[in-house]
T-cell receptor, first 116, second 115 residues
Framework: AQKITQTQPGMFVQEKEAVTLDCTYD???????LFWYKQPSSGEMIFLIY????DQQNATEGRYSLNFQKARKSANLVISASQLGDSAMYFC?????WGGGFKTIFGAGTRLFVKA | DGGITQSPKYLFRKEGQNVTLSCEQNLNHDAMYWYRQDPGQGLRLIYY???????QKGDIAEGYSVSREKKESFPLTVTSAQKNPTAFYLCASSIGALTSTDTQYFGPGTRLTVL
């Protein structure tokens, strides 16, 4: 089974509108972390937002918020007021216990296109 | 400016040659990582190092080697044993906390093409 699933290979959004990028995860570890990264065409992975499994409130960072639904094992990224510069690949990742330590696993990504 | 640098940005290799990708960080992070990214796919872990002079294999270590002689540096060698080395290689670092909160920060990447 996939540990991190991003079901949307590509998404379109109109500039200034909000968009939700889906991410579901699978783990039996009670302590885990969820991350979202942005990868523009230049290639660098940019850290956007983090949500811990024990956090009671959804994480927010500027225009980014994480819609964390623990029972559903989903961690969707919401981008408000989309900008042309938001066009990029977005990766969801999970850090969980593994072999006495921790391991970070990445999803396959969602490509977001922002239309003017 | 604190950050992670990778060089070169583009690298071309002939079949049968070994090449070394550089990764340097000045974030004072203990942990460093190498990932491989193929077109349209996520990241796969090649090697990681939690501390100087120690490193562990990731999911796809075959055909690769690393060293960690200094805290700031984690070079990756792609050997001739790697059957399909053409890919985008990303280096990352983190504080190295053995917790679920440890966030990885990435360099700009090196695009390797085998001719």
């Amino acid at each position: 089974a996939q540990k991190i699933t991003q079901t949307q290979p590509g998404m379109f959004v109109q500039e200034k509108e909000a968009v939700t990028l889906d991410c579901t995860y699978d783990t039996s570890d009670p302590s885990y972390g969820l991350f979202w990264y942005k990868q523009p065409s230049s290639g660098e992975m940019i850290f956007l937002i983090y949500q811990g499994s024990y956090d009671q409130q959804n994480a927010t960072e500027g225009r980014y918020s994480l819609n964390f639904q623990k029972a559903r094992k989903s961690a969707n990224l919401v981008i408000s007021a989309s900008q042309l510069g938001d066009s990029a690949m977005y990766f969801c990742a999970m850090r969980e216990g593994w072999g006495g330590g921790f391991k970070t696993i990445f999803g396959a990504g969602t490509r977001l296109f922002v239309k003017a | 400016d604190g950050g992670i640098t990778q060089s070169p940005k583009y690298l071309f290799r002939k079949e049968g040659q070994n090449v070394t990708l550089s990764c340097e960080q000045n974030l004072n992070h203990d942990a460093m990582y190498w990932y491989r990214q193929d077109p349209g796919q996520g990241l796969r872990l090649i090697y990681y190092s939690q501390i100087v002079n120690d490193f562990q294999k990731g999911d796809i270590a075959e055909g690769y080697s690393v060293s960690r002689e200094k805290k700031e540096s984690f070079p990756l060698t792609v050997t001739s044993a790697q059957k399909n080395p053409t890919a985008f290689y990303l280096c990352a670092s983190s504080i190295g906390a053995l917790t679920s909160t440890d966030t990885q920060y990435f360099g700009p990447g090196t695009r390797l093409t085998v001719l």
